[in-house]
């Protein structure tokens, strides 16, 4: 079996979601894990499919012919388990501000730890008086490393930010 990573963008409308899965159920494809979302009025998403050699190329060109949607496809790459590797599930919380997005990856990142997902969102507080910043990420921590210097690290940015950890 092939994987195909596929990135999906465009206006977003009812039946959308079932016309993908559709197209790809026709041409022998199994949707095996999926993100998508709504926002701004538009449609976005990202799909690993899994499908035989022999229905690959039929696949991909169905998907290409959908209808007011951008399909990009890459190949994934099978890869084995690496139970070495501890993922941390954080849920980060602070006042939104621009560049958070880019503070948080950059501590992340000089830590040797990986986002492996990231959902983020900002909500109104009327009675802060700012926007809050909440965020719930999935890291993938180095051999060896302790989780508690990552979350540290993240604090430190900031004194309005909490950082939670959610077991697995």
Request: avoid cysteine; hydrophobic fraction near 40%.
């Amino acid at each position: 079996m092939k994987q195909l990573v596929l990135t999906l963008i465009g206006k977003d409308r009812p039946g959308l979601v079932e016309e993908i899965s559709a197209t790809i159920l026709q041409h022998h494809g199994n949707w095996a894990t999926s993100n998508l979302s709504h926002l701004a009025g538009q449609f976005a998403g990202i799909v690993l499919v899994e499908v035989a050699e022999e229905h690959l190329q039929a696949l991909q060109d169905a998907l290409h012919t959908l209808p007011e949607l951008e399909v990009r496809i890459e190949h994934g790459v099978h890869s084995k388990p690496e139970t070495q590797i501890e993922k941390l599930n954080l849920v980060i919380t602070g006042n939104d501000r621009p560049g958070i997005i880019q503070e948080l990856s950059t501590v992340i990142r000089h830590k040797g730890a990986n986002i492996t997902h990231l959902n983020s969102r900002q909500q109104s507080a009327p009675n802060w008086g700012l926007p809050i910043f909440s965020a719930f990420a999935t890291v993938s921590l180095p051999p060896g490393m302790d989780k508690e210097h990552v979350v540290d690290a993240l604090e430190a940015i900031t004194s309005d930010l909490i950082v939670d950890v959610e077991p697995d």
